[in-house]
């Protein structure tokens, strides 16, 4: 199992340009989820999906976009890429909605210029 | 406003002694805990939950403790090990709010063992 895989490892932005962050899980997770971690503070939810074909916005959801088209798959697209992105996103998956118990993956270190 | 607080940015222990990290809630309607811990460069990783049920759960080294009068969880690690250095998280949610609530956490406390 290779458990949830992100990718980029790392990427550097302009201004207004659109990107695709990628996130994989290998073990027919139902929820997935997408946070960021900014410097000093904690993560914070930006989608999440309780299974494929359902997406929902959370805390911080603008400038965001999801889909969910398979259960292995959670890619997180940023529209128009504005300095205030620049952070670390995670992205999350646990067996159900119920299951809190979130595995996450490495991460993907984001800086928009 | 934050809901979930940890007030000390770091901890340092010597290694052997109890390591407690602290956290505390706001929201009263948390009612399931987790503690993950983090390296640098690396996704958090679960260590342990508890549910608003218990005031007590254990696992190994690790235990942590809630207060739910107090809205007040502790994680304590006996005994600390040099492993054990890295930012742990205090995270909560309503285990009955089907997914929608996420998990809210706290700003991490990053603890040092010292040899």
């Known amino acids: 199992n290779a458990g949830v895989t992100q990718t980029p490892k790392f990427q550097v932005l302009k201004t207004g340009q659109s990107m695709t962050l990628q996130c994989a899980q290998d073990?027919?997770?139902?929820?997935m989820s997408w946070y960021r971690q900014d410097p000093g503070m904690g993560l914070r939810l930006i989608h999440y999906?309780?299974?494929?074909?359902?997406?929902d916005q959370g805390e911080v959801p603008n400038g965001y976009n999801v889909s969910r088209s398979t259960t292995e798959d959670f890619p997180l697209r940023l529209l128009s890429a504005a300095p205030s992105q620049t952070s670390v996103y995670f992205c999350?998956?646990?067996?159900?909605?119920?299951?809190?118990?979130?595995?996450f993956g490495p991460g993907t270190r984001l800086t928009v210029l | 406003d934050q809901q979930v607080k940890q007030n000390s940015p770091s901890l340092s222990v010597q290694e052997g002694r109890i390591s407690i990290l602290n956290c505390d809630y706001t929201?009263?309607?948390?009612?399931?805990f987790l503690w993950y811990k983090k390296y640098p460069a690396e996704g958090p990783t679960f260590l342990i939950s508890i549910s608003s049920i218990k005031d007590k759960n254990e696992d190994g080294r690790f235990t942590v403790f809630l207060n739910k009068s107090a809205k007040h969880l502790s994680l304590h690690i006996v005994p600390s090990q040099p492993g054990d250095s890295a930012v742990y998280f205090c995270?909560?949610?309503?285990?009955?709010?089907?997914?929608?609530?996420?998990?809210?956490f706290g700003k991490g406390t990053h603890l040092i063992i010292q040899p």
């Open positions: 073990m027919n997770h139902e929820y």
């Open positions: 929201n009263s309607m948390f009612d399931y």
């Open positions: 999906s309780v299974g494929a074909g359902i997406t």
């Open positions: 999350a998956s646990s067996r159900t909605s119920r299951y809190n118990e979130q595995f």
């Open positions: 995270a909560a949610t309503t285990y009955s709010g089907g997914g929608a609530d996420g998990l809210t």
